[in-house]
């Protein structure tokens, strides 16, 4: 017997019944192969592919940031280093500024002395000559004027003596 609804037709002969015995029929040989399991193990293993290359990236991420990190830090000691190490060369430099003054203000200063002595030594050798001179002098005018006022063997004697004393006075 057939069932039928006002207007319509009887329920075996409607597409709509074929279509859905044929969905479950096809639903049916989905489950008996196992296509549902498939689907779900194919999705658990992207899952946890996906899982994995997360837990990788994020270790990437962390080593990046520990890196970044490390780098900065050197770059910070290295700042540090380099800061010091003109702090040092200024302080060597003022060092070596100062010493060189100091050295040449030494040097003028020895050299002044020098000079100094140099003329002192000079000015005494002058007056030497000037006074050896000036002996010269007058020994030969004594010399001129005792042979012409005292004259033979007594003003020789008289010349000879006094010559010689007057040289041992001012020499």
């Known amino acids: 017997m057939s069932v039928m609804l006002a207007g319509s037709l009887p329920f075996f002969e409607r597409a709509e019944t074929w279509v859905g015995v044929a969905f479950f029929i096809?639903?049916?040989i989905v489950v008996y192969l196992g296509v549902p399991r498939l689907i779900c193990k194919t999705l658990d293993d992207r899952a946890d592919a996906i899982r994995k290359e997360l837990d990788e990236a994020r270790k990437l991420r962390e080593e990046?940031?520990?890196l970044l990190a490390d780098y900065q830090k050197r770059a910070r000691e290295a700042e540090e280093e380099a800061q010091g190490i003109?702090?040092?060369a200024k302080r060597e430099a003022e060092a070596l500024a100062s010493e060189?003054?100091?050295?040449?203000?030494?040097s003028v200063a020895r050299r002044a002395r020098q000079a100094e002595e140099k003329i002192a030594r000079a000015e005494s050798q002058a007056v030497s000559d000037v006074r050896a001179a000036a002996v010269?002098?007058?020994i030969s005018t004594a010399e001129t004027i005792l042979k012409t006022k005292a004259a033979g063997d007594t003003g020789n004697r008289l010349l000879s003596e006094s010559i010689e004393a007057l040289r041992g006075k001012l020499n």
């Not at 003054?101 to 030494?106: I, M, N, P, Y």
Request: no cysteine; net charge negative.
């Open 26 to 28: 096809f639903v049916g």
């Open 136 to 138: 010269d002098a007058a």
């Open 100 to 106: 060189t003054r100091a050295a040449l203000q030494d």
């Open 64 to 66: 990046a940031e520990n």
């Open 86 to 88: 003109i702090e040092q």
